[in-house]
């Protein structure tokens, strides 16, 4: 099985900068697609930021331009840094990764981790 977890939330001052980590362990042979989404009371999940297998980056006009996803294959960790941030991101944010196991080869599996809160104070 595979297990994801988000580390790197706290509570920061606005204007300041966080950086999300997403580790991913378990019988992993490659990565697909992995994304961040948030989410906050009153509001859909929102899609964050995607790293595609190809290696493109997308980002949610809410954060476009103060955020930016990476990641680290040969350590299976997905990355946020999160600057200027303000009152508006806080919230929970979850990472998604899809990834080729032993047993699901060539195909993909779609996990989560738990959660990371990230509260800004104004």
């Known amino acids: 099985q595979v297990h994801v977890v988000e580390s790197g939330g706290g509570l920061v001052q606005a204007g300041g900068s966080l950086r999300l980590s997403c580790a991913a362990s378990g019988s992993i042979v490659s990565f697909g697609d992995t994304a961040w989404y948030r989410q906050s009371p009153g509001n859909q999940r929102e899609l964050v930021a995607t790293?595609?297998?190809?290696?493109?980056?997308n980002y949610g006009l809410s954060v476009r331009g103060r955020f930016t996803i990476s990641r680290d294959n040969a350590k299976n960790t997905v990355y946020l840094q999160m600057n200027n941030l303000q009152p508006e991101d806080t919230a929970v944010y979850l990472c998604n990764v899809k990834v080729r196991t032993t047993t699901t080869w060539p195909g993909l599996d779609s996990c989560w981790g738990q959660g990371t809160h990230v509260t800004v104070s104004s």
């Open positions: 790293f595609t297998e190809a290696g493109e980056t």
